[in-house]
């Protein structure tokens, strides 16, 4: 009875925990080698097509310095878009859901574990704590 009552307890406590529970850093950083035609993520890298992804995670949009942002991108990033796990799912399964008219070429993420998997990525990019 104390197993089963363990079991159900631990599995209660995984549901609750969402996407969180179930985020792989390691595979979304293989989810991430698409996004390196375009973008590199090392703190002090050069921007490229796109904007360096460094520290993005919480971070305002359109703030990435010397990139030249698209216009929608920048009409966005006026009315406050932070890069939120929900505004990054949204944007990365497809981009122009979040940013219509914007320059990012990218067909989207369409697998919701590889899209978890990406942001515990993005996320773990930035300084120590």
Do not use: K
């Not at 992804?53 to 920048?74: D, H, T």
């Not at 008219?101 to 996320?123: C, H, K, P, W």
């Amino acid at each position: 009875m104390r197993i089963a009552l363990a079991a159900i307890f631990a599995l209660g406590a995984a549901a609750q925990a969402g996407p969180a529970a179930a985020q792989d850093v390691a595979a979304g950083q293989r989810v991430y080698n698409q996004c390196r035609a375009c973008h590199n993520i090392a703190e002090g890298a050069r921007n490229t097509v796109g904007p360096n992804l460094w520290n993005i995670y919480g971070r305002s949009a359109g703030a990435v310095e010397g990139f030249r942002y698209s216009a929608p991108m920048m009409e966005r990033a006026r009315d406050g878009l932070v890069w939120t796990e929900e505004n990054l799912r949204t944007y990365l399964r497809n981009p122009r859901d979040l940013v219509p008219g914007g320059s990012m070429a990218f067909a989207g993420i369409r697998n919701e574990q590889q899209l978890t998997d990406v942001i515990a990525y993005l996320r773990a990019q930035r300084p120590s704590r």
